[in-house]
């Protein structure tokens, strides 16, 4: 599980983007119980504290940008 600052932000460990989730954790329920009609990246900011699909993309290798080799 991903945890917050004290102001509720979320350090992207991609692009160092300091964010505030869409989603808020409630409960001890897995992420895609508690928001099963919430969008994957949605879901995955607070499982991974990725901020963005790209910044999953580029973590996985897959459809790599050259903004992030710069």
Do not use: H
Request: hydrophobic share 30%.
């Amino acid at each position: 599980m991903i945890n917050s600052n004290k102001d509720g932000l979320i350090e992207c460990p991609c692009c160092k983007l300091l964010y505030k989730p869409v989603l808020k954790r409630v409960g001890n329920e897995s992420i895609q119980t508690i928001y099963p009609n919430s969008a994957p990246w949605e879901r995955e900011q607070l499982i991974s504290g990725l901020c963005s699909e790209k910044c999953w993309d580029v973590m996985s290798g897959i459809d790599i940008d050259d903004e992030y080799n710069e």
